[in-house]
């Protein structure tokens, strides 16, 4: 059963760049689609982006190519970075698992990890 | 952008009672929709995948019904632990959308 868990500062100064990790236990790397997902206080979810286990990427156009993700198979991580950050992006930002070849499911979700952009 | 309609967006219910949420897709999505349970504090959970497909470990009074456009989430006679907010998203055109979900609570 794989698990999943989101780490990072909780606290992001605007304009700066908000930075996370997910680490994955207990499950293959290969296969899948590596996501981040975020949910708005008192909204909705918003599909950030996913990094491929190939190293393909990508990202939700709405966010203006603010979005990097990057994976570390060795270390059994992927990262977000979400550049030049507003008060508009304090979420609960989620980790999850893509399952491809079963209707695109995300199949796993970390805990979620809450952001909130302020000075 | 495909937008996802749920309704209603709150519902009141008692244990034991049979629920139904609506799910309608702004344009032909095939199958790819999938129904999440959520509990603030909690990952959140499939319960429904390619909008009839039981997700492996949710209980079987879940059902998922429905194909293009307009989809269904049924769960029979209700139990304590369902009462969450349930969302329905499509996977069928990039980028992925979700309903704005359907709170569930206990009358």
């Known amino acids: 059963q794989v698990q999943l868990q989101e780490s990072g500062p909780g606290l992001v100064n605007p304009s700066e760049t908000l930075s996370l990790t997910c680490t994955i236990s207990?499950?293959?790397?290969?296969?899948?689609?590596w996501s981040w997902i975020r949910h708005f206080p008192g909204k909705g979810l918003e599909w950030i982006g996913y990094?491929?286990?190939?190293?393909?990427?990508l990202q939700n156009p709405s966010l203006k190519g603010r979005v990097t993700t990057s994976l570390d198979m060795s270390r059994s991580q992927f990262s977000l970075k979400l550049r030049s950050v507003t008060a508009a992006d304090t979420a609960l930002y989620y980790c999850?698992?893509?399952?491809?070849?079963?209707?695109?499911?995300?199949?796993?979700w970390g805990q979620g990890i809450l952001v909130t952009v302020s000075s | 952008d495909i937008q996802m309609t749920q309704s209603p967006s709150s519902l009141s219910a008692s244990v034991g009672d049979r629920i139904t949420i609506t799910c309608r897709a702004s344009q032909n999505i095939d199958k790819f929709l999938t129904w999440y349970q959520y509990k603030p504090g909690s990952a959140p959970k499939v319960v429904i995948y390619g909008a009839s497909y039981l997700q492996t470990g949710a209980p079987s009074r879940f059902g998922g019904s429905g194909s293009g456009t307009d989809f269904t989430l049924t769960i029979t006679s209700l139990q304590p632990e369902d009462f969450a907010t349930y969302y329905c998203q499509q996977s069928y055109n990039f980028p992925g959308t979700f309903g704005q979900g359907t709170i569930l609570e206990i009358k």
């Open positions: 999850a698992r893509l399952n491809w070849n079963a209707y695109r499911k995300f199949d796993s």
């Open positions: 207990g499950g293959s790397i290969s296969t899948y689609y």
């Open positions: 990094i491929q286990y190939n190293g393909n990427t």
